[in-house]
C-alpha cells in the first residue's frame, strides 16, 4: 500500500516536472521556426512556395519518425547509432522482396519486422552483457551497412513490384501536405499515448531518469529499455521501407544500400534540439516533432540559398554540437 | 599519491594485460599462417610491407584512443581529423610553406581539434561521443565542401623530407619505425610516469582521483588533444606517402581504432589498458583486411568482421574485469 502511495507521488511529480519542460521546450522550437522560417522567406521568396513547402513537410515528416524513435531510446537513457543502417537495409529489403513477387504490405511488415529485431538485438547485448550504447550500436551500424553494400552492390535497385493501395498511402499528397506526413501525425499521436498514458512510457522515463530507484520502485528496467530500442529500429524501419512509396514524386522508385547514410547524426541533432536531455529522463514528443520540421526546413532553405550538401552536413554538425550547449547552458540557469 | 594508487591496481591489471597481449598476439600468428595458407598472393614482401605501412597508420591513430579511452573518454572524430589534417598539409604547400612546416601546421590543426572536443565535452559536460560525433561529421564535410568531393594531388616537388617520413629502410618502411617509436614513448607515459598514473587514475575512479588532488580536467584535456594530434599525424603522414587527398578515405577508421583498442585489452569503461596490446592489434586487423582482400571477399566485410570482433572482444574484457577485479 505505501508502495503504492509513494509510486503515485513520484509520478506526480514526475508529471508536473515533465510538463513544466513541454511547455518551455516547444516555446523555443517554435520560436526557432518563425525564426527560420521568416529569415529564409527574405532570402529566398520561394520558401513558401507550393514546390518547397511539400518537400520541407515531406523530409520533415521522415526525419521525425526517425528522431521520435530516437528519442525513446535517448529518454531511456541509451543511445542508438544503427538507425541508419536500419533505414537503408529496410528500404532495400522492401524493394527487392517486392520484386521477388511479394506484395507491397507483406514486404513492408517483413522490413519492419527485421527492424524490431534488430532493435532486440541491440537492447540485448547492451543489457546482457553490459556493453556502452554508443560502442554496440556504432558497432551494429557497421555490421548493417557492410553487409548491405556487401550483398546489394552500391547500384541502385529499381523498384518492379506491383501496386498496392499501402503504396499509395504513402506517396503522392493531399493540397500542400504529403501523405506521409499523415503517417506521421499518427506515429506521433501514438508514441504520445505510449509515453504519457501508457505504463510503459512512465516506465521508460523513470528508467531514464534515476535506474536505481526505477528499480526499486519495481520497474522492470531492462524490458524498458529493451521496448525502447525496438520501437526506434521499427520505426527506423519504416520510414526506409516507406521510401519507396514516398519517392514516386520523382516518378522512379528505387532503393540503394548507401541510402540513410548520416541520418543518424541528424536524428539525434533533431531529438535534443527537441529539448530530450542526452543525460536521460526527460524529454517531448511534440518539441521533437516540431524540431524535425524546424530541421528540415533549414536545410531545404541551405538548398535554396545554394549551399550544396557537403555544407549542409557540417551545419548539422554544428547544430547538433549547439543544441547540446544550449541545453546544457539552460539547465545551469534552471537550477 | 599517485604512489599509493599504483600498488594497489597493478598486479590484478597487469595480469589483464598480459592475458589480452599474449591473445593478440596469437590471433596475429594463427591468422597469418591461416591467410598464408588460403591466399595465395598474401605472403609476399610486398604485402607485408603494405600491411606494415597501413598498420603503423591505424596503430599511431590507435594509441592516441587507447589512451582517450583509458582517460574514460572517447573520439569519434579521429578519423575524420586524419583526413582533415592531409587537407592542411596539402593546402599550407600550396600556399608555398615548406612542407616540413605544412606538416607541423597539420599537426597543428590536430591539437586544435582536440582542444575543441575537450573544450566542449569537459567545460560543458556534454558526453563525449555526442561531442566527437558532431566533430566526426563536421571535420569531414566541410573538407568535402572544400575540395568538393573530388581527390586532390600534391604537385609540389618531393624534398628530402618525404623519405624521411614515407621513405624505407631496407625492408621495413619508416612509418613503422615511427610508430614502434611512439608506441614506445606512450607505453613508457601510461606506465612509467606520474601523468600516466593520473590517466589511469581519471578513467578508474574520477571522483577517487580528484580527492587524491588529480587535475582531472587538465588530464582529460591533454588525453584529447593528443589523441587529435595523434591522428593528425598519422594523416599528415598519409599524405606525404600517398600524395594525394582524398575526402572519402579513411571511412570508418575510427570504428577501427577503437576495436584496435578494445581487442587489446582497453576497458570501454575507462581505467585500464594497454599501450603494447592496441599496438599489435592494429597490425593483427590491417593484416586480417589484406588477408580478406588477397583472398577475393568483397572490402566491405572487412567493416562487418571489425564491427563483430569488437563486440566479442567488449564481452571479453567485461568478463575479465568481473573475475580478477571486483567492482
Not at chain 1, 184 to 205: E, K, M
Request: glycine share 12%; hydrophobic share 55%; with cysteine.
Amino acid at each position: 500500500m505505501s508502495i503504492n502511495n509513494q509510486n503515485n507521488q513520484a509520478t506526480s511529480i514526475v508529471a508536473v516536472q515533465k510538463k513544466k519542460i513541454i511547455l518551455r521546450h516547444e516555446y523555443t522550437v517554435i520560436m526557432a521556426l518563425a525564426i527560420i522560417f521568416v529569415f529564409f522567406s527574405i532570402l529566398s521568396p520561394n520558401f513558401l512556395g507550393p514546390l518547397i513547402l511539400p518537400g520541407i513537410l515531406l523530409i520533415g515528416a521522415e526525419l521525425g519518425i526517425l528522431a521520435l524513435g530516437e528519442t525513446m531510446v535517448i529518454i531511456s537513457g541509451e543511445i542508438d547509432l544503427s538507425i541508419a543502417s536500419v533505414y537503408g537495409w529496410a528500404a532495400v529489403l522492401a524493394t527487392v522482396l517486392s520484386n521477388l513477387g511479394f506484395p507491397y504490405p507483406l514486404s513492408l511488415a517483413i522490413a519492419v519486422g527485421f527492424g524490431c529485431l534488430i532493435g532486440y538485438i541491440n537492447g540485448l547485448i547492451i543489457l546482457k552483457f553490459k556493453i556502452p550504447a554508443m560502442i554496440s550500436t556504432l558497432g551494429m551500424m557497421w555490421i548493417l551497412r557492410g553487409n548491405l553494400i556487401g550483398l546489394f552492390g552500391g547500384s541502385f535497385i529499381s523498384y518492379k513490384g506491383g501496386e498496392s493501395i499501402l503504396l499509395r498511402s504513402l506517396g503522392g499528397r493531399v493540397g500542400y501536405f504529403p501523405k506521409l506526413f499523415f503517417w506521421f501525425v499518427g506515429i506521433a499521436f501514438l508514441l504520445n499515448y505510449l509515453l504519457y498514458h501508457a505504463r510503459l512510457g512512465n516506465w521508460i522515463f523513470a528508467t531514464g531518469g534515476n535506474r536505481e530507484t526505477a528499480r526499486a520502485l519495481g520497474v522492470n528496467t531492462n524490458r524498458s529499455k529493451i521496448a525502447s530500442f525496438v520501437v526506434c529500429s521499427a520505426l527506423a524501419a519504416f520510414a526506409g521501407g516507406a521510401y519507396i512509396g514516398r519517392i514516386d514524386w520523382f516518378l522512379t522508385r528505387i532503393g540503394m544500400s548507401s541510402m540513410g547514410y548520416g541520418l543518424e547524426v541528424e536524428a539525434i541533432a533533431a531529438s535534443i534540439m527537441g529539448g530530450t536531455a542526452f543525460t536521460g529522463g526527460k524529454g517531448s514528443i511534440l518539441a521533437v516533432s516540431l524540431a524535425a520540421f524546424a530541421f528540415s526546413s533549414f536545410k531545404s532553405g541551405l538548398i535554396l540559398a545554394g549551399a550544396t550538401g557537403y555544407w549542409i552536413d557540417a551545419a548539422v554538425a554544428v547544430l547538433l554540437i549547439v543544441f547540446c550547449l544550449m541545453q546544457r547552458i539552460g539547465r545551469g540557469n534552471s537550477q | 599519491m599517485a604512489d599509493q594508487n599504483q600498488p594497489k591496481s597493478s598486479p590484478h591489471a597487469l595480469r589483464i594485460y598480459l592475458r589480452s597481449e599474449t591473445v593478440v598476439i596469437l590471433l596475429l600468428l594463427l591468422f597469418f599462417i591461416l591467410f598464408s595458407y588460403i591466399s595465395s598472393g598474401f605472403f609476399s614482401s610486398s604485402m607485408i610491407n603494405v600491411i606494415l605501412i597501413i598498420g603503423s597508420e591505424l596503430g599511431i591513430i590507435a594509441l592516441g584512443v587507447t589512451l582517450l579511452i583509458i582517460s574514460g573518454e572517447i573520439d569519434l572524430s579521429v578519423a575524420s581529423v586524419f583526413v582533415f589534417s592531409n587537407y592542411v598539409v596539402l593546402i599550407c604547400s600550396q600556399f608555398g610553406i615548406p612542407i616540413v612546416f605544412s606538416f607541423f601546421l597539420g599537426i597543428a590543426f590536430g591539437i586544435g581539434a582536440g582542444f575543441l572536443n575537450g573544450f566542449f565535452a569537459l567545460r560543458f559536460k556534454i558526453p563525449s561521443f555526442v561531442v566527437t560525433l558532431g566533430f566526426m561529421i563536421f571535420w569531414r564535410a566541410v573538407l568535402a565542401g572544400l575540395t568538393n568531393g573530388e581527390p586532390t594531388y600534391y604537385e609540389g616537388a618531393r624534398s628530402r623530407f618525404f623519405d624521411f617520413i614515407g621513405g624505407q629502410v631496407g625492408f621495413i618502411p619508416n612509418q613503422f619505425i615511427w610508430f614502434c617509436a611512439l608506441s614506445i614513448l606512450f607505453s613508457l607515459i601510461l606506465n612509467r610516469t606520474k601523468f600516466g598514473n593520473w590517466i589511469m587514475a581519471t578513467g578508474g575512479n574520477i571522483q577517487t582521483a580528484r580527492a587524491l588532488g588529480v587535475n582531472t580536467y587538465r588530464t582529460k584535456m591533454i588525453c584529447f588533444m593528443t589523441c587529435s594530434a595523434l591522428a593528425a599525424f598519422s594523416g599528415a603522414s598519409f599524405l606525404v606517402r600517398s600524395t594525394y587527398l582524398d575526402p572519402i578515405v579513411a571511412t570508418g577508421m575510427e570504428l577501427e581504432a577503437i576495436a584496435a583498442a578494445v581487442i587489446g585489452g582497453t576497458i570501454l569503461t575507462g581505467g585500464v589498458g594497454s599501450i603494447i596490446g592496441t599496438s599489435i592489434c592494429a597490425f593483427l586487423l590491417k593484416e586480417v583486411q589484406v588477408g580478406i582482400a588477397t583472398y577475393g571477399i568483397r572490402v566491405e566485410y572487412y567493416n562487418v568482421l571489425v564491427g563483430i570482433l569488437l563486440m566479442i572482444a567488449t564481452v571479453i574484457n567485461n568478463t575479465l574485469i568481473r573475475k580478477f577485479i571486483k567492482i
